[in-house]
């Protein structure tokens, strides 16, 4: 069993739909929780971390995290075709600075 | 966040050779690290430079395969020795950046495409 699993899609949406992006992981120990995009070609994007559970949100993202039940989702508000990229989860320990990624989830938002 | 670049940004190499990558960082960082991100496959890390020590390899990948340089807070080089097809990735480097543990966070550079022969 994977660390992080994510489905990796397509995920193929309208503009202006509300995405859901899901992943779940295993290790209980992960305390920081983070959400990469890359486009095609491109190295992965920082979008959003978060520490411990709960949400956060910045513009049209939201991150939250559930440790109860090892479950982390990114939603994106009214989604644009340039959001169309491979969005990556990932999680870390307290004290270590792996990051444990899942395979990511391709993500179309078509206009 | 730091700007980070890699040369070269892609490479055929031929089985059996051996090519040098390198990541150049705008600002110094003490933590850089080297993924490897195989077809359809997740993020993997390699190894963690630090500078002025020897690089940290995670379980499956080794040094004479994969040895790395760090020689400054800014530089690091991975080295893919004696290639194979097998090795055909790409190939990211990446620094943690932040004022503190709950602050520190990864940047990625544009990666290297490598295909093997």
């Known amino acids: 069993q994977k660390e992080v699993e994510q489905d990796p899609g397509p995920l193929s949406v309208p503009e202006g739909a509300i995405v859901s992006l899901n992943c779940t992981y295993s290790n209980s120990a992960f305390q920081y929780f983070m959400w990469y995009r890359q486009y095609s070609r491109k190295g992965p994007e920082l979008l959003m971390y978060t520490y411990s559970s709960g949400n956060k949100e910045d513009g049209r993202f939201t991150a939250q995290v559930d440790k109860s039940s090892k479950y982390i989702s990114l939603f994106i508000r009214d989604s644009q075709p340039s959001d169309s990229a491979t969005y990556l989860c990932?999680?870390?320990?307290?004290?270590?600075?792996?990051?444990?990624f899942g395979s990511g989830t391709r993500l179309l938002v078509r206009p | 966040s730091a700007v980070i670049s890699q040369k070269p940004s892609r490479d055929i190499c031929q089985r059996g050779t051996s090519l040098t990558i390198q990541c150049q960082v705008d600002?110094?960082?003490?933590?850089m690290f080297w993924y490897r991100q195989q077809p359809g496959q997740s993020l993997t890390l390699i190894a963690t430079?630090?500078?002025?020590?020897?690089?940290?390899?995670e379980s499956g990948f080794v040094i004479d395969k994969f040895p790395i340089s760090r020689p400054n807070l800014t530089f690091s080089t991975l080295t893919v020795s004696n290639m194979s097809p097998e090795d055909s990735s790409i190939y990211l480097c990446s620094v943690e950046e932040g004022a503190g543990i709950v602050d520190d966070t990864q940047y990625f550079g544009p990666g290297t495409r490598l295909t093997v022969l």
């Open positions: 990932a999680g870390s320990m307290d004290s270590s600075y792996k990051l444990i």
């Open positions: 430079a630090n500078q002025g020590s020897e690089a940290t390899y």
């Open positions: 600002s110094q960082v003490t933590m």
